[in-house]
């Protein structure tokens, strides 16, 4: 089972990514899937999340809301990170995570991929 994020790199102020996360190994149409992200010298936190169909269970930490957007395709394994407006203090590793207990640290992980916001 693995998961694997891509879709990062160097933006300014303002701008957008898209995230993408490939999950392989089994199907994850019933697990929840979600985003997190790591700034140096912070603890992980969540950033969003998504449950097994586009309409159920999504949340979104406060500051992202209204500025990013997840989404999953079921069919191809997927799940996505829409990221506009983005500012400085969302620089971080972002990593996608899958879970189909209610624990994200017995789910599965992927390795993150590098989102740097410069002002």
């Known amino acids: 089972v693995q998961l694997q994020a891509s879709g990062g790199g160097l933006v300014q102020a303002g701008g957008s990514l898209r995230l993408s996360c490939s999950a392989s190994?089994?199907?994850?149409?019933?697990?929840?899937m979600g985003w997190f992200r790591q700034a140096p010298g912070k603890e992980r936190e969540s950033v969003a999340s998504?449950?097994?169909?586009?309409?159920?269970?999504?949340y979104y930490r406060d500051s992202v809301k209204g500025r990013f957007s997840i989404s999953r395709d079921n069919a191809k394994n997927k799940v996505y990170l829409q990221m506009n407006s983005l500012r400085p203090e969302d620089t971080a590793v972002y990593y996608c995570?899958?879970?189909?207990?209610?624990?994200?640290?017995?789910?599965?992980w992927g390795k993150g991929t590098l989102v740097t916001v410069s002002s």
């Open positions: 995570a899958a879970r189909s207990g209610s624990d994200w640290a017995k789910g599965y």
């Open positions: 190994g089994r199907t994850f149409s019933r697990d929840i």
């Open positions: 998504i449950g097994w169909s586009d309409f159920s269970s999504i």
